[in-house]
């Protein structure tokens, strides 16, 4: 079995989740990472295209940190602290 790139399973999971590119970006946007429509683009290309981009391990990651404050919304730092009694 060949290993996947970051690029297939970004697509992967944009397929599954049904997601547009501005929506990728907008998922971006809540862990402070901006990236432009043009550079989604060219990460979705096919590896042999001209303006194929490789997508690093710092873009997948963010997305995936945004992703989960997407589906779940933000963490709560102020939670009261549970005693024992």
Same mark, same amino acid.
């Given at each position: 079995m060949? *290993?996947m790139?970051?690029n297939d399973?970004?697509k %992967? /999971?944009? !397929?599954? /989740?049904h997601l547009? $590119?501005?929506? #990728?970006?907008?998922?971006? %946007?809540h !862990?402070? &990472? *901006? =990236?432009? %429509?043009?550079? #989604?683009? +060219?990460? &979705?290309? @096919?590896? +042999?295209?001209p $303006?194929f %981009?490789k997508c690093?391990?710092?873009?997948?990651? @963010? &997305?995936l $940190?945004g992703?989960? =404050?997407? /589906?779940?919304?933000p963490r709560e730092? *102020?939670?009261?602290p549970k005693?024992?009694n």
């Amino acid at each position: 079995m060949a *290993n996947m790139s970051n690029n297939d399973i970004l697509k %992967k /999971l944009r !397929v599954a /989740l049904h997601l547009r $590119n501005d929506e #990728i970006i907008e998922i971006m %946007k809540h !862990v402070n &990472f *901006n =990236i432009s %429509k043009g550079e #989604i683009g +060219d990460i &979705f290309r @096919n590896e +042999d295209h001209p $303006n194929f %981009k490789k997508c690093g391990d710092q873009i997948l990651r @963010n &997305f995936l $940190n945004g992703l989960i =404050i997407h /589906l779940r919304g933000p963490r709560e730092e *102020n939670r009261e602290p549970k005693t024992e009694n």
